[in-house]
């Protein structure tokens, strides 16, 4: 079994929303993403997808995109995004899918040879753009959620322990709040999508603080192929 990992979707099959617009990198992505996957996934290896998942604004409409990534292979373990409004609850959300898609929310789960913690992740006081006023309340939400999950990790001992979020926990390598509780808790690694390409790439958007690494998997970031990072989650603290 091997570990993969792919971020930022962004498919809108039901709702025609083309990426394109947002860089020529973009252009025909859905099939850039399934070329690649079916190159390197194998059905029984996992894929971590760490949201933006669909733009969908409903389930219905989510449902082709979810589709989508139901038929691609190995297990999938997605988490919420800041553009998954379709995403109403896990339970939900597990009630429409079929086999091959897990949704986690602010938990954790033992995937046999290593625990899997995720949450969704909030921007921090480093990030620019940053406004006490509108994000110091769901910033400490966020933070109390990724106390549960590490919680919930912390009840299946002697297992490497990776996470997955959505938000970086890392800004220009400087750890947040958030990154400092991962690296605490001796999170191996930590995936994380949300950045897109800007015009240029900062290299410390993949760091290592301590025995803890974090590495931005965006699809654009990976020209849109899953990262496989079975070594790094398995390397245990």
């Known amino acids: 079994m091997r570990v993969f ?13 083309p990426m394109d617009m947002f860089g020529s990198e973009w252009l025909n992505h859905p099939a850039k993403i399934k070329s690649n996957w079916e190159r390197l996934v194998s059905p029984e290896d996992i894929v971590l997808v760490p949201g933006d998942i669909s733009w969908g604004m409903t389930l219905a409409q989510a449902e082709e995109d979810l589709t989508f990534l139901q038929r691609l292979p190995g297990g999938k373990y997605i988490c919420k995004g800041n553009h998954d409004y379709w995403w109403q609850s896990p339970s939900r959300v597990r009630g429409m899918l079929g086999h091959g898609i897990t949704p986690l929310q602010n938990t954790a789960v033992d995937l046999e040879s290593f625990v899997l913690a995720t949450s969704r992740g909030w921007s921090s006081p480093l990030w620019e753009g940053y406004s006490p006023s509108t994000d110091d309340k769901v910033y400490r939400r966020e933070l109390l959620r990724m106390d549960t999950a590490l919680q919930t990790a912390g009840g299946i001992p002697g297992k490497p322990l990776a996470y997955m979020m959505h938000y970086p926990p890392v800004v220009d390598g400087k750890p947040t709040a958030f990154a400092e509780k991962l690296v ?5 690694l930590c995936v994380y999508g949300h950045l897109h390409f800007d015009g240029s790439w900062n290299p410390l958007v993949n760091t290592r603080i301590e025995n803890t690494s974090f590495r931005l998997v965006s699809s654009d970031y990976l020209d849109f192929t899953p990262l496989d990072i079975t070594e790094e989650v398995m390397a245990c603290c």
Do not use: T
């Open 5 to 17: 990992a792919l971020s930022d979707l962004h498919l809108g099959f039901s709702v025609g929303k």
């Open 184 to 188: 605490s808790a001796g999170v191996s």
